[in-house]
Structure formats: C-alpha cells, structure tokens
C-alpha cells in the first residue's frame, strides 16, 4: 500500500466541514455560470454520443479504437489539454488516450474512461437506435462511450466559465477496459502511473446504472486454477494404503472446504466454473473447458477446475488467498494438489474513508444542485473496473459518474437515458469547481 500523500485526507475532512458551513449552493455566482455553460453544449454533448456509438470499437478492432480515441483527442485539443494516442503493441490492444492540465492550484485529480466496446465487428449490435425522445438504444451508449462525452462536456464549462486553467487534471482513456492486454503491468501502466500522481481518481464508468448512486467500492477478480492428481487403479483398491483416495475425491474435498470455511464472507465470491476429471484429460488451450475419459471401475488420476475469485477489499483478496491455499495443502492420502491464481487480476476498489468522504462532498453537491441525494452501490453490484488500478496510490476515488439510467450492458439491449448527461456534467463540473476552491 503506497504511503498517504502527506496529510491530505485530514485537510480533506476539515475542508468538507468547512463547505458545510459555507453551504455552496447554486446561488454561487461561478456555479449557476457552470450550469448554464452544461446546458448550453449538452446538445453537442449528445451529437458526440450518437457518433462515437455508430463507431464500432471493440477491443479487438484496433482502427476503431484508435478512431474513438482520435475523436476524444480533438474534443480535448481544443480545451488545451497536452494529449497522447499511446502505442499498445507491447500488450497487444490499441492504445490508450492521455490528456493532462497544470493547473494553479487544488488536488491533482484523474478522470478516467475508456475507449472500447464488448461489441466486436461480428457483434449485430453495431448502431443505435432512439427508443423515445431520452433513452438511446445503442452498442457502448452507457458503457461508456456516454460517460466519456460527460468528462468532455464537464470540461467545456469549466473552460467557459474560465476555471480549466486553475484544475490539475488528467485524463485516461483506456483502449482494453472491456479485454484487457497482457501483460497487465504494461497494458495499465499509463493508468497506474497517472494515478500515483494524482490525489483524486473519478470513475466515468455507469455504475448500477442508477443515478441515485455511486460507487466507493468495487470488487476485484482474479481467476484460479485446481490441479489435483491421485493413483490410477482398479477401483476395488480405492482407500488402501497404497492407492488412497483418486484424484476426484480430493478434488471435492477440497471444493466442499473453499464452501464450508468462506462462504459467509460478505462480499466475498469463489465460483468453480467447470471441472473435468478421470484417468485422461485434455484442456483447451483458451482455458475455456476440455475432454476427459474414465472408467466406473477405475479410480481417478487426475483432476482440473478453473474458477474466479472476487473480493471487495486487498485485504479480503489476500485472506481468502491464504485460506484456499492451505485448505489445498491438507490433502487426502496419496494426492497432490496444487492451486494457482492469475497473474492477469484485477485489484479490488477498497473501500476507504477518503472514499466515503468523497461520496459525502459529491452527495452535497448533488443535493445544493437539486438533483437529490447520493448513496452508494452495495458492491456485489458493481464489477470490477479500471478505476481499481488506483486503489494502491489515491487518497480517495469514487466511479460510477458517467451515464446512467439504462440496463442490460454488454447485451445487445444496452440503453443509456441521456436527459442523465447535462446533470452527471453538471455535478462533476461543480465538485471540481469546489475541489480547487478548497483551499487543499
């Protein structure tokens, strides 16, 4: 765990304390001009949603990506940040967009989105369609080709109201949210390297898709594999001294125990995806599955199982780690067993203080603008995301700020309701305006 930035989170309290005796309010001068400047681009706003979603952008269409990001590019050019189209050959995607501000002063904060769909070329969804004058019907609209024309649309009123000079920002598209590159200490480099550099990280994902809610905590994953191994022998000979057990019992003992001994962690999930087993076994090379061949009177001589593990906390990912480790350990006679988890995980969003801090300064804001209030996500409903990749190096980081009020991502029914970007605009632009105004 990286080592607090000085004594920022404190100052970070007081300030919050502060602000609520202040009450900022939309009678503030400088808000109620952020606010109209919202209102006046969030028609182009719109117009940049429709055509970066009739771009196909899936991970794996690299000239799609590229052409995403050189879009946002432009948009953010024109706002005079200093921006990047980063090469991703070393981890196999496209690339990613970076675009940073110096500011005058305030907290140095990451805003961070992506550039790729789950929507391949061979995907039919591939073009939006309106479902009535605010629900937009299309591949990406709220995951989050939405929630990137709020960061750019954010920071047009900031501009407008002359504010953007004095912010410290930077800004991560990343190209691979949606499948990621390999290796993941190259493919999120950029991320990671930002996010040491920042004190704040805001997530521009859709959360629950509910604008009542933010996210403080997501769950991480990581994928594991069991290898168990037995004596293969006619069956008659099963539990003697000289055979033991066979491979598949093991293999359930080792299964009923992960059950028994973690299944009422809360937040906590471990799910065997599939299993093959007997006295032959092929898998597939993608990890996806396998053959495997037996007899009734044989006993079995080898197992595997691949799975996932997510947790909601570093500490939890690494306490159940432990457990299922050592419950591996204490085999049956005369089996071995061996379990290894991915190198290719994604890190948990911990929940913090400074985490809940924030929610609590973006929940004021929502309310002073009259949007009502903010709670957050139970994080069983929110999947992991880039923004965990900060959890190691910011003070604090909420996500979940991007276009909301649709269903069904990764689906062919994706929605997105986009009377929801003025208003996600509107509260990031102000939080920000509050944030440099903290006198942090």
């Known amino acids: 765990m990286a080592s607090p930035k000085s004594n920022y989170k404190t100052l970070f309290l007081f300030t919050v304390l502060c602000f609520s005796i202040l009450s900022y309010s939309q009678n503030n001068k400088s808000e109620k001009n952020i606010i ?52 991703g050959d070393a981890y196999g995607r496209a690339g990613h967009l970076i675009a940073t501000r110096q500011g005058k002063k305030g907290p140095k904060v990451l805003l961070i989105g992506h550039l790729d769909t789950v929507f391949e070329l061979d995907s039919p969804f591939q073009e939006y369609t309106m479902i009535n004058d605010s629900i937009m019907k299309g591949p990406g609209v709220a995951d989050m080709k939405g929630g990137n024309a709020i960061i750019i649309l954010a920071m047009q009123a900031l501009e407008d109201v002359g504010l953007l000079d004095e912010l410290s920002i930077e800004i991560v598209m990343t190209g691979d949210e949606e499948k990621s590159g390999r290796p993941l200490n190259l493919s999120k480099k950029d991320l990671i390297d930002a996010a040491k550099r920042a004190d704040i990280a805001l997530g521009f994902e859709n959360g629950d898709n509910n604008p009542k809610t933010i996210v403080v905590s997501r769950r991480g994953s990581t994928d594991w594999k069991l290898k168990v191994t037995g004596n293969s022998a006619h069956s008659s000979q099963v539990f003697t001294e000289a055979i033991g057990t066979g491979a598949i019992y093991e293999t359930s003992r080792i299964l009923n125990e992960f059950y028994k001994q973690l299944a009422n962690e809360k937040d906590l999930t471990f799910n065997p995806g599939f299993i093959i087993g007997g006295t032959n076994l092929q898998e597939n090379e993608d990890g996806t599955g396998g053959n495997a061949s037996g007899k009734t009177n044989v006993v079995s001589q080898e197992t595997v199982v691949r799975g996932d593990l997510r947790a909601v906390s570093l500490e939890q990912l690494k306490k159940a780690k432990a457990t299922m480790t050592k419950i591996v350990s204490e085999n049956y006679p005369k089996t071995n067993a061996e379990l290894r988890f991915s190198d290719g995980a994604y890190p948990p969003l911990t929940k913090t203080e400074g985490n809940v801090i924030l929610l609590g300064y973006y929940n004021m804001v929502s309310e002073d603008l009259g949007f009502g209030s903010v709670t957050a996500v139970n994080p069983r409903n929110a999947g992991a995301a880039d923004i ?53």
């Open 36 to 87: 109209k400047a919202v209102d006046k681009h969030t028609h182009s706003a719109i117009a940049l949603i429709k055509k970066t979603v009739n771009i196909n952008s899936g991970t794996m269409n690299f000239e799609g990506v590229k052409e995403i990001g050189s879009l946002f590019k432009n948009e953010l050019d024109k706002l005079g940040f200093k921006t990047e189209l980063t090469n």
């Open 388 to 440: 965990s990749f900060t959890s190691e190096y910011v003070d604090m980081a909420i996500d979940g700020l991007g276009l909301t009020g649709g269903g069904d991502d990764h689906t062919i029914n994706e929605t997105g309701n986009l009377n929801t970007v003025a208003t996600q605009a509107k509260i990031t632009a102000v939080l920000m305006y509050r944030l440099v105004n903290s006198k942090m």
